[in-house]
């Protein structure tokens, strides 16, 4: 069956991190794509069932979705630390680290 | 593997397919041909088609009827299929005959020019693709080659390469003719679903046509027949050259003169007829009203085509495109007559295949001696140059009058057919449908007029501008002459060509006909007959003012540049690029907030419209749901909170810390969830994460990007739309029971010291079950990680430290 609240609340996570994404300050994205990364582990924890137990103990929760998500989070680290590292080389080279300075004629 | 269908004696797989095979080995070794033998190069490809010529006669003289298959995609019901009857045979003929001689024309008219191991190649791999397309008997076989035949055919029109108006040409003829195939394709794919709804699926052209009534039903049923006629229609009109694609046609004589006389005359054009002749039993029921879709929508089109480009060949100023137009024209005639349900239609598109074939290619190999040997191709500053080719007038004047249909030519006959199912047609339905005759006698008319005018460029008056006019090599004059002799047997003895093939051909178009007809004599008074006199009459008549018809037509053409189909080609070609240039900006912003809006949306969207397309109810679950604790419930609620706070948050070091808040949250719920390893590596990632974080801000600008609200609102929205498609996506799924049988196992298996620990500690080395699934079972996935990890770090290092060695300034 369903967990209606933790639904609505990956829903928020989703919504802010497409909201954050959507902003001019790269650091900003850099936030948005995390939580995201964030959320989609959730989601994937969830998606195992919570009737189980700790995978020692017997009787555990879905162990695959586990395994999967902490290569996720793992690989998260990964994207979110190159991403903070581009958005400071990008300030190195530019100066900024407003998007709509950096890329297309503003508005 | 072979398996036939037949019923006098099936076709020989091996030497069915080796006709259709044998140009393309050809084609393979002419660059070698070329290297050793030169310019003569050309006469081992006539070899190669008078090999193919010989195949196809011995299976004529053989009586071969029937269609060979072999496996080609079973999966697809896709067979490779070769079906042999009569109209397959005469175009196998036109191909491979005619081939002989233009590759023998070409041996002569080629001499000096450049690229002759590309001219043979691709027109030997043409030769085999329209043999391909008049031996398929499947439709996708038929479509393969169809295609191939396209695109042959733009490589000779753009023989010339670097002269512009032949690229554009060549581009011109692939945009329509393959637009058009693609049309037919989907046609092709209608009648196979139409074949599967009441059995076996299929794509063999006779197993369909043996299923006609059914497949009929089946797509009338469902309203189909008549788009899926269109389809095929558009296909075959593309390419036999019907108004309005009859433009690419004249500027497609850009290529070499043997090159028009073989595609664009004898065999490529002819393919779209071929394609209305053998599927007219699929589409004209035996039984049929004498009006029905078919007849309105392929003798309109033949009719109307026949009529307009025959006006347009009479204000034709060159020779070429006087023939192109020409050939659009007499196309339009067996379309038409291939449209009539009367059985004289057919016999008179059969019959014209034939004659048009052979007086029309005899004209463009007359067209290329004059423009060869009197270096001019301009209709009004040629004449009489009977003194100067006494042989090549000699041929012009029969092929002309047997164009003009004059009796006792045999062009004479074919027009008497068609002019005989319009009248029938009329006579029987009444009505709007006397336009059948009345725009055929008036296409016919104009037919006679440039075709008199064509023979005139041989006799009156040489013009003194004219230079010096060479006698044609022998491997120029040899072929044109062979054709014209053939014009003059078909004069001499219809009957004989009827019985021996054009009779099958026929048959092949009808449903239910074992084929073969009688050519009347002209002896008695018949409706035809009065057709016949009144445009031989009319157009005596009016050939008195050519010059003025000629001057008239090509100046309101000028003046009202709309009338033409080239005008509109030409606006839709310029406006592809307009709309490109308009619409790239809005589209390539350069923002990444484009490229995400667009991204999110259009997933979100579309996920959203899968659920309501599906019907799928959203599952409300009771309180909390199962296995759900109010700690969890509580933690989740914060993680939510820190989220929101992390959008309104100040500052960059405010909006990380409260970034950590989320992820800690997170690092919780999966210690609640009974995820330990999860809440480890969770709660590592996360210092890091703030601590790589804090090392690098110190080092930014503190620029917040601050927004307007019409901004805010229009993200927020999205985000919203974005939020709540995940939250139903959750809902949706979670709701599902999924095939846990690998959790299962593994759970099964898991825990320690119970009695299943020696079990995971036999398989994997390990009491955690994630952690043995990780480095054990998916151990080369888990390597993948760590070496994207590293690869991560690398690059890590590179940016920061690297920045001085690099090429930046």
Known sequence: MTQALLALALGTLFAVGTFLVLRRDVVRVVW???????????????????????????????????????????????????????????????????????????E | MALSVGCVVAPPLSQTAAVVALPFVG????????????????????????????????????????????????TLDVAFALHVDGLALLISFLASGVGVLVFTYSAGYMHGEPGLAKYYAVLLAFMGSMLGVALAGDLVALFVFWELTSITSFLLIGHYSDRDSSVRAARKSLVITVAGGLFMLVGFLLLAWAAGQGGEPTYVIAALVDRAPELRATLGDVGLFVPTLLLVAVGAATKSAQVPAHIWLPDAMEAPTPVSAFLHSATMVKAGVYLV?????????????????????????????????????????????LLAYSTASHLGLIVAGFGFAEAAGAEAGAFHVLNHAAFKAALFLVAGIVAHEAGTRRIAELSGLRHDLPITAAVATVACLSMAGLPPFAGFYSKEFLFDAAY?????????????????????????????RFAALFYGDRPDALGTVHSPPAAMLAPAVLLGGLVLAVTAAPQAFVDGLIGSTYGATVPGEA??????????????????????????????????????????????????????????????????????????????????????????????????????????????????????????????????????????????????ILGSMLAVLYVLVDAPDLALTQLVVETLVLVLFLLVLHRLPAFYGEIGTARAVRDGALSLVVGATVAATVLVTTAADPNDVLATTLSERAGLPAEHGPVLVDWGGGGNVVNVVLVDFRGIDTLGEITVVAVAALAVLTLIRMRDRGETP
């Open chain 2, 27 to 74: 084609a393979l070794l002419v660059p070698l041909a070329v290297r050793v033998a030169a310019e003569r190069a050309g006469y081992a490809a006539a070899a190669v088609a008078l090999v193919c010529l010989g195949l196809v006669t011995d299976l004529w003289r053989r009586g071969v009827h029937g269609t060979v298959s072999a496996e080609w995609i079973p």
């Open chain 2, 515 to 660: 084929g073969g007809f009688s050519v009347p004599a002209p002896t008695k008074l018949s409706p035809p007959l009065v057709m016949s006199a009144i445009t031989i009459a009319a157009g005596a008549v009016s050939y008195r003012g050519y010059g003025r018809l000629h001057d008239g037509l090509g100046g309101l053409l000028a003046a009202r540049p709309a009338l033409r189909a080239n005008y509109w080609y030409d606006g839709a070609m310029a406006s592809l690029p307009w709309l490109s240039i308009r619409t790239t900006p809005a589209v390539q912003t350069g923002l990444l907030r484009s490229y995400a809006s667009m991204a999110v949306g259009a997933t979100a969207v579309l996920a959203l419209a899968g659920y309501v397309a599906a019907g799928v109810a959203l599952p409300v679950p009771p309180g909390l749901g199962p296995g759900v604790t109010a700690a969890m419930a509580v933690v989740a609620v914060v993680a939510a909170v820190a989220a929101v706070a992390v959008v309104r948050a100040p500052s960059h070091v405010a909006g990380v810390l409260t970034l950590s």
């Open chain 2, 277 to 321: 002749g053998r599927l007219r039993p699929l589409f004209l029921p035996a039984e049929a009203s004498l009006v029905g879709a078919w007849t309105l929508v392929l003798a309109a089109l033949g009719l109307l085509t026949m009529t307009v480009c025959a006006v347009l060949a009479v204000q034709a100023t060159d020779v070429k495109e």
């Open chain 1, 32 to 106: 948005g794509v995390a939580i995201v990364g964030q959320g989609a582990n959730a989601y994937l924890v969830t998606m195992g069932g919570f009737e189980g137990a700790a995978p020692v103990s017997g009787g555990t929760t879905d162990p695959l979705v586990q395994a999967l998500v902490l290569t996720a989070i793992v690989i998260g680290f990964g994207t979110t630390a190159l991403a903070l590292v581009l958005t400071y080389r990008v300030h190195e080279e530019n100066g900024t680290i407003d998007l709509e300075e950096l890329g297309g004629t503003g």
């Open chain 2, 424 to 452: 029938e047609t009329a006579h029987a339905v009444g009505g709007a449908a006397w336009l059948f005759p009345v725009v055929a006698v008036v296409g016919s008319v104009f037919t006679f007029l440039y075709s008199i």
